[in-house]
C-alpha cells in the first residue's frame, strides 16, 4: 500500500469502541511506519464530508466503526474515485467479516500496510424521490429492520447478540404485511414479479448481516449480482425456527424461504414499513410509505478496498 491514510473515527461505534481501539490501531502503523492522520467524526455527515475531501487528496480512507460508518464512508469514497480501508469497531462488523479482514485493531491495522487492494461491487438504493444512497452490505425490509431499529436502541445488552434478541421482540409485535419486487433483470428470468405475504425482503451483496447471521450464503461481494431473501409468511413459530438457522445459512432450506437474483429491484409494501442498509435505518424510508418505492441497483467493481494479502476471501 503507498500513500497517506486517513482515518476517520466514529466515536459512537461499538458503544465507544472505536476510540478504545484507537491505540493499538495506531501503534502498529507507527511500527510499520505509515504515513497517518486519525480525525474524529461529529456525525455521520461530517464523516462522509471527511471522506470525500480526504479521497480527493489522494488519501486512504479508513473507517473506524461499525457497518454503518463502514457502508457510509465506502459509498462516498468509491463517488470520489479513492481507496478504502476497514478497521472494524462495530458491533457487527459484517463487511470486515466478508472481507477477511481481521477484528483485532493491530491486525486489522497491518492490512492497512501489507494487504492488496480488491475491487468489490456496492448498493445504490433510494427511496420515492430521494437522491440515491449508496450502501455496502445489504438493504432490507420488513422484522429485519424493525430488530435493528431495537438493538440500535438497546442499552440493556451490548455486543453481537443484541441482533438476535432484539429480532424476537420485533417478531413479538409483527403484522402481517404483503412485499411486491420487480426486477429488470432477473438473474434466472423467473416471473416478472413477485407478490407476496410474508415477514422480510434482504437484498443482498453480502452473506452477512446482523453481527454474522449468514442471511443469503451464495452472496459474493464481486459478482455484479445482488442475492434476494424472500421470508414468505407462515407460522411466527416457523420464523424463529429461521433465526436459530440463520447463523450458519441453513434456514434457506426451510419452506418459507426462497431465493432469487437481480441487478435492478423495485420493492413496495402494503403498509407503512421500515426499511434499513447495513444496520442503520434509510433517509426516507423509516418507515417506507404503502406503495412507494424502494428501488435497489447493484453497482459492480465501484471500490477499491484493502483486503489480506493472502487467504481465500468470499
Known amino acids: 500500500m503507498t500513500g497517506q491514510l486517513r482515518l476517520v473515527v466514529n466515536p459512537a461505534a461499538g458503544g ?50 461499525g457497518d454503518g460508518t463502514a457502508g457510509a464512508l465506502a459509498g462516498v469514497v468509491a463517488g470520489a474515485g479513492g481507496s478504502f480501508g476497514i478497521v472494524p469497531a462495530g458491533r457487527g462488523n459484517d463487511l470486515a467479516r466478508v472481507l477477511g479482514i481481521p477484528s483485532g485493531p493491530a491486525a486489522a491495522a497491518a492490512v492497512l500496510t501489507r494487504g492488496r487492494l480488491r475491487h468489490i461491487d456496492l448498493i445504490g438504493v433510494s427511496a420515492g424521490d430521494r437522491p440515491e444512497r449508496i450502501v455496502a452490505g445489504s438493504v432490507y425490509l420488513g422484522v429485519p429492520a424493525l430488530a435493528g431499529e431495537i438493538a440500535n436502541a438497546a442499552r440493556w445488552l451490548r455486543g453481537p447478540m443484541v441482533y438476535p434478541v432484539a429480532a424476537l421482540r420485533a417478531l413479538a409485535s409483527w403484522q402481517p404485511a404483503t412485499f411486491r419486487l420487480e426486477c429488470s433483470a432477473w438473474a434466472a428470468a423467473p416471473a416478472a414479479a413477485h407478490e407476496f405475504a410474508g415477514y422480510a425482503v434482504v437484498i443482498a451483496n ?109
Not at 455527515?45 to 479508513?62: E, K, M, P, T, Y
Open 16 to 65: 465507544g469502541r472505536a476510540l478504545r481501539i484507537l491505540p493499538p490501531a495506531t501503534a502498529a502503523l507507527d511500527a510499520a511506519g505509515a504515513a497517518y492522520e486519525v480525525t474524529e467524526s461529529a456525525s455521520m455527515d461530517n464523516a462522509r464530508d471527511i471522506a470525500v475531501a480526504s479521497a480527493c487528496l489522494g488519501q486512504v480512507v479508513v473507517a473506524v466503526g
Open 206 to 314: 453480502s452473506a452477512y448481516f446482523g453481527a454474522g447471521m449468514q442471511v443469503a450464503p451464495p452472496a459474493r461481494i464481486d459478482d455484479g449480482i445482488l442475492d434476494i431473501v424472500l421470508m414468505r409468511d407462515g407460522p411466527k413459530l416457523a420464523f424463529v425456527r429461521a433465526l436459530v438457522k440463520i447463523r450458519n445459512g441453513s434456514h434457506i432450506t426451510l419452506p418459507l424461504i426462497s431465493l432469487e437474483r437481480g441487478t435492478e429491484i423495485s420493492l413496495t409494501v402494503s403498509r407503512d414499513l421500515a426499511a434499513a442498509a447495513d444496520g442503520e435505518a434509510l433517509p426516507g424510508a423509516a418507515p417506507l410509505s404503502a406503495g412507494a418505492p424502494l428501488r435497489i441497483r447493484v453497482l459492480p467493481s465501484i471500490l477499491t478496498v484493502l483486503v489480506p494479502d493472502s487467504g481465500t476471501v468470499p
